[in-house]
Structure formats: C-alpha cells, structure tokens
C-alpha cells in the first residue's frame, strides 16, 4: 500500500507541535515495526483511517498532518 511513502506536512509554524513530534514518530514507527505496518495495512483505506488508527495507538495526529 505505500505506507513507506507516507510523509508528513511540515506544520510546525501553524503551531501544532505535538501533532507533529507524534506524526513524525508514528512515521518513524511504521518503518521500524513490521506488525504495526501490518496491523495498519488491514485497517487503512485513506487518511483518515489512518489517523484513527494511530490515535488508537496512542499517537495524537490529524489528518491536516499526513499526506499520502
């Protein structure tokens, strides 16, 4: 599916930090950690199960942070 290929929008003079720090190490995570890349790639059709899967996770990211 491209996961590796998931970037992430820089939005750090928007303000949002924390979404950021967690978007880049949701990032970071997904190409360290085959059962998470797994796991996602039967949960995810679009951005925006891809953000409700990383909020499952523990990652606080929005769609606004994700680009495919």
Known sequence: ???SKLTIKDNRK??????QADAERFVADL???????????????G???IVEFAA??????SADDVAT
């Open 1 to 3: 599916r491209g996961f």
């Open 14 to 19: 928007k303000g949002f930090f924390n979404e």
């Open 31 to 45: 190409k360290n950690d085959e059962n998470l890349r797994t796991e996602l790639s039967g949960h995810a059709s």
């Open 47 to 49: 951005v925006g199960s």
């Open 56 to 61: 499952g996770k523990g990652y606080a990211i």
